[in-house]
């Protein structure tokens, strides 16, 4: 069973960063579709940024130019760098793999979720 945790959220000022990490046991499935999803209270879940085994990366309109979504696959981590942030990128953020290649149009029962991670962004 692979085991995701995330870590690195946290409370920030508009126009601040964070990276987060999602670390992955026993084993990264560094072939297989990653991502980022992030739910604010009261909202859907959203995915932010996916990246596939060919190491395409893909983002939300909403923070194209801001985030950057990256793997380490000798440290078996999944990172997310956030930069200019903003109030409305307060939520709680999972990461999660795919049992794919490609990513495909949504998650499947098939995925691995982490527990998440805060982030909370203050005008």
């Known amino acids: 069973q692979l085991h995701l945790v995330e870590s690195g959220g946290g409370s920030v000022q508009a126009g601040g960063s964070l990276r987060l990490s999602c670390a992955a046991s026993?084993?990264?499935?560094?072939?297989?579709?990653m991502g980022w999803f992030r739910q604010a209270p009261g909202k859907e879940r959203e995915g932010v940024a996916h990246?596939?085994?060919?190491?395409?990366?893909t983002y939300a309109d909403s923070v194209k130019g801001r985030f950057t979504i990256s793997k380490d696959e000798a440290k078996d981590t999944l990172y997310l760098q956030m930069n200019s942030l903003r109030p409305e990128d307060t939520a709680k953020y999972y990461c999660?793999?795919?049992?794919?290649?490609?990513?495909?149009?949504?998650?499947?029962?098939?995925?691995?979720w982490g527990q998440g991670t805060q982030v909370t962004v203050s005008s």
């Open positions: 999660t793999t795919y049992r794919s290649y490609y990513c495909p149009a949504g998650p499947t029962r098939d995925n691995n």
């Open positions: 026993p084993y990264f499935y560094a072939r297989y579709c």
């Open positions: 990246i596939d085994g060919a190491n395409v990366a």
